[in-house]
């Protein structure tokens, strides 16, 4: 994955990639007031147009802005910055990604969207494409008002047929952008510059934004020919450099190894509010590598620029000693991730009848000593996750007190009743002691749930067929942090394995639900989460390929806090709401928690400059809003 902030306009176009780690915050838009001074159902000035959508109240910016306040607009334009990224390529078809193929990561650098997010607002987006956007009072539909200027890279225009094009596709080919998009059941051409897209449901604050963040393809080029003559097919892979709209054009590749694009200087939105101050490299270039060990070793050889390092231990020991980083030409730095919450577990697969017992998933949790593999591993670089919103005010803690109590009193009858009268906590280890008591727990829960020990096996006493549990990882790292676990779990009787395959066949057998457990799988969260809870948690993901329901949850206490989060009529209730479903989720024991860090982690050949002023919720904002600098790259070396 390449190390760069992902908006949420990024990480829609990933989502076939979404089963490996996230590597920064997707901005998740939520469901606060719509709209700008106005509140919702109430129409501004100028024929209720408005220049932008937040859900948070009034957006920051006024109309008529010139740039956003983290973004330089005198910053130079030129060089070039490279990425790391591990696995592989075969596709620049984003219709397809998460079903077929392995989607090049940048490709949504080529494409614009009606929307364009601000990083220093939470769940705030001014128009790119679109210059107006008006929701209906009642909710039940907005109206987008294209930009006359909004031209493809072959000089043609922008229409609002192409965005109808790109609505309907996306959702017939993508199970995500289908689910995502799941309450929009309409896109039309109301006007010369103007698409409306109509509701299934009137009320819901979010589904004005979310489609705002259609990324919009060029409709005449995939109903067009190829160099072959041969009519271009939108439910297939492919490796022809597609036509964008975007500040960035895909020049050249090597399929798997390399990715370059190139800056386009008569770019039409060049100027614009949202992009005043940004793009300003000439070239961006993706290297993929097949190994993590080997990557860093590229680092080292100047073989690409910036890297987000997401392991501890090489984080503390692996660049100290390179010459590099102690000359300066290497810097080492710490982001703060202010704008995200994030879930990292051990998933177990609620789809197996093995985890379908709610003692067995808890007795998982009891058997992981955190806290050692924290002193021996990470270097105590890491804090125990124990929220689904870990380090946001998202996050439940104590008892539910207050509007969040009322939330979960008004479904009663769908949840576990120890919501209302222990707050969760994990298990704590550390010490031998706190080891055996915990185990010991462990082995009572799982005889409670039907299961005895047998000749130092864990076995289901009906059948007695030994507890089997197979870890999945994508790569060598998974070994560091199951097989101490599974030692732990031995010790409880259970026959643990783990297998690591490559990239894209972990895409493959997740997308599937084809595993035991997941040695690693994240959820990044902002701090207004909206419709994609559904995809992460609701029963009607849970059986749907490629979604990212990982577990196989399917509960309506959960489905009726998600509506919950999703229909919020203020901040207060959306932050109580919130709080109940991650309450909910907890008590269920659906995950093992592990651990995580409020801060990115990153290294950087020092060559690019940034402005006085990072944005708030976008960590370092590289390589948005960065740029090179001659002078400090004369000092560093040439990149090789």
């Known amino acids: 994955m390449i190390a760069r902030p992902l908006t949420r306009r990024a990480a829609l176009a990933l989502l076939g990639a979404a089963a490996l780690p996230a590597q920064a915050p997707a901005q998740t838009p939520g469901t606060a007031p719509a709209g700008s001074a106005a509140p919702a159902g109430t129409a501004p000035a100028d024929g209720g147009w408005r220049h932008g959508l937040s859900l948070l109240g009034e957006p920051k910016y006024p109309a008529g802005f010139t740039h956003f306040d983290y ?207 940004s793009n300003n490299f000439d070239t961006q270039r993706a290297e993929y590598f097949r190994d993590a060990t080997v990557m860093i070793e590229a680092f080292k050889a100047d073989q690409f620029d910036w890297r987000t390092e997401n392991i501890a231990r090489n984080w503390a020991t692996a660049y100290d000693g390179f010459p590099a980083v102690r000359e300066g030409r290497i810097l080492k730095e710490e982001f703060p991730q202010a704008g995200m919450g994030i879930m990292q577990a051990f998933t177990l697969n609620l789809r197996r009848k093995k985890f379908s017992d709610e003692r067995v998933r808890r007795a998982f949790n009891l058997a992981f000593d955190f806290e050692e593999m924290n002193r021996t591993l990470f270097y105590g670089l890491y804090k125990r996750v124990d929220s689904f919103f870990f380090g946001t005010e998202l996050a439940s803690s104590g008892l539910p007190e207050g509007r969040e109590r009322a939330i979960l009193e008004s479904v009663k009858d769908k949840v576990p009743a120890s919501v209302f009268t222990a707050p969760y906590k994990n298990p704590v280890n550390g010490s031998a002691e706190a080891v055996r008591a915990n185990l010991r727990e462990a082995v009572r829960l799982f005889q409670e749930a039907g299961y005895e020990i047998r000749g130092n096996q864990m076995v289901e006493k009906a059948s007695g067929q030994p507890f089997t549990v197979e870890f999945l990882g994508y790569d060598n790292s998974a070994e560091r942090v199951v097989l101490p676990y599974r030692a732990a779990l031995e010790r409880i009787g259970l026959k643990v394995s783990l297998r690591v395959v490559d990239p894209a066949q972990y895409q493959n057998l997740v997308r599937g639900f084809d595993f035991d457990a997941l040695a690693l799988s994240n959820w990044a969260e902002s701090l207004s989460p909206g419709n994609e809870q559904r995809d992460f948690w609701g029963s009607a993901a849970a059986d749907r390929p490629g979604s990212r329901n990982y577990a196989g949850i399917k509960d309506p206490g959960v489905d009726a806090l998600i509506d919950k989060v999703i229909y919020a009529g203020d901040r207060e209730e959306l932050v109580a709401a919130t709080r109940a479903l991650d309450r909910v989720l907890l008590a269920h024991n659906y995950v093992v928690p592990q651990w995580s860090s409020n801060v990115s982690r990153t290294l950087r050949w020092n060559r690019f400059a940034h402005p006085a002023v990072l944005p708030k919720y976008g960590a370092s904002g590289f390589p948005t809003t960065w740029w090179y600098d001659k002078d400090l790259a004369a000092k560093t070396g040439a990149a090789r």
């Open 71 to 277: 973004a330089n607009p005198d910053a130079p334009k030129g060089g070039l910055v490279r990425f790391g990224s591990q696995g592989s390529f075969d596709n620049f078809n984003m219709i397809v990604a998460g079903v077929k193929g392995d989607l090049e990561s940048q490709i949504p650098l080529i494409y614009d969207t009606l929307l364009a997010q601000a990083q220093d607002e939470a769940s705030t987006y001014y128009g790119l494409l679109a210059d107006g956007v008006r929701p209906a009072e009642d909710l039940g539909s907005v109206v987008y008002r294209l930009r006359p200027e909004a031209r493809w890279h072959d000089g043609k225009p922008v229409t609002p047929d192409d965005v109808v094009f790109s609505f309907e596709v996306l959702k017939e080919n993508s199970p995500q952008y289908a689910a995502y998009y799941h309450n929009v059941t309409k896109a039309e051409a109301t006007g010369p510059h103007e698409v409306t897209f109509t509701f299934a449901e009137k009320g819901n604050r979010e589904l004005p934004q979310i489609v705002g963040q259609l990324p919009v393809l060029p409709k005449h080029w995939w109903q067009g020919k190829d160099a072959t003559g041969k009519t271009r097919n939108p439910t297939e892979t492919t490796l022809e450099i597609p036509l964008g709209s975007g500040p960035y054009r895909l020049a050249r590749f090597d399929a798997g190894r390399t990715a370059t694009y190139e800056r386009v200087p008569d770019y039409w939105g060049r100027d614009l509010p949202v992009n005043r101050g």
